[in-house]
């Protein structure tokens, strides 16, 4: 089912009134990453992204052209993992945030 431009017009809003909101979302892709549900990973992204730096500066800032960028983030890009780590990148510094890790112990 197609997105339509309302939902996205909302989450633009949201994310411009509440950087929580735009962690959260952001959060949430890297998490969606690492447990193997990249499909939804890369929506999700692709809406953070429009909602802060756009496609066109995240083309800039990842050295691709902007119609690759989108292509990365649809449900079926196949981006890799060094296109992934520039567009986390690129998200972090735009947002000021950091991603931090957790170790895991296998018993």
Known sequence: MALTKDFKKTVMARVERDPEFAKAMLDEAVMLFLNGEAETAKLILRDLVNATVGFEDLAISVDKP??????MLSSS????MTNLAA???ALKSAMKVEIHTHSVSIA
Do not use: L
Not at 77 to 80: K, L
């Open 77 to 80: 890009g196949n981006p890799t």
């Open 87 to 89: 567009i986390f990148a």
């Open 66 to 71: 902007a119609k690759s960028v989108h292509r």
